[in-house]
């Protein structure tokens, strides 16, 4: 199946510091992903949708201007959380789909747990 | 709207017992249903999934079954294993798009 790659998988940071995730997709080119976090014992939320060469599109609630998307090839997208704060510590989870095969699953990324010190 | 209704866990069960996760769904059009698996320490990963109502997704043991008239997508197990030990998601994805929209995931524990 088609691979979706994140990076970190795990990062510590201090408080006031920003921290870049990086989804990649290995095998096929990806014009939408998807950026989600997890809390403890909590589903996954959709925090926005990235799209390659435009402005991402954010869910209600979250902060755009905190949460910086970048989606600058079909590879690639970034999730930049600025001025990390303990209460952004979270699993960040990205996900992909294959273009053109309909109603298939998402492939998701291997997640990124963030804390913030 | 859209959303997926998952039963709470946590679950405990013994080696070798019958497992039954429910999820029911609200939907509009006719979603594409899932099972995400997510092991201690990783991402998810797709169990098994149904297109069409009536549809039955299987995969490793697990089965689940497309109802549209009760709009429900129930996982079950004959049999679970130690190893079957995880969270489990329902999931919904609509026809148009590629959102998905997540249950708040059941944790298993399934112990020897």
């Known amino acids: 199946g088609a691979v979706v790659s994140q990076h970190p998988s795990r990062v510590i940071c201090k408080s006031g510091t920003s921290v870049k995730i990086e989804c990649r997709s290995l095998?096929?080119?990806?014009?939408?992903m998807f950026w989600y976090r997890q809390f403890p014992k909590q589903s996954l939320m959709l925090m926005a949708t990235s799209n390659e060469g435009s402005k991402a599109t954010y869910e209600q609630g979250v902060e755009k201007d905190k949460f910086l998307i970048n989606h600058a090839s079909l590879t690639l997208s970034t999730l930049t959380v600025t001025s990390a704060h303990p209460e952004d510590s979270s699993f960040y989870i990205c996900?992909?789909?294959?273009?053109?095969?309909?109603?298939?699953?998402?492939?998701f990324g291997q997640g990124t747990r963030l804390t913030v010190v | 709207g859209n959303s997926v209704t998952q039963m709470e866990g946590p679950v405990t069960l013994s080696e070798e017992a019958f497992l039954t996760i429910n999820c029911t769904y609200t939907a509009t059009g006719y979603p594409s249903l899932f099972w995400y698996v997510q092991y201690p320490g990783e991402g998810l990963q797709l169990l098994l999934k149904?297109?069409?109502?009536?549809d039955k997704g299987s995969n490793k043991g697990f089965e689940a079954t497309y109802r549209k008239e009760t709009t429900s997508f129930h996982l079950e197990k004959g049999s679970v294993q130690v190893s079957d030990s995880a969270v489990y998601f329902c999931a919904l994805r609509k026809n148009t798009g590629n959102q998905f929209y997540f249950g708040t995931g059941t944790s298993l524990t399934v112990i020897p």
């Open positions: 996900s992909a789909n294959p273009p053109g095969q309909g109603n298939t699953e998402a492939f």
């Open positions: 095998d096929f080119q990806a014009t939408t």
């Open positions: 149904a297109t069409k109502a009536d």
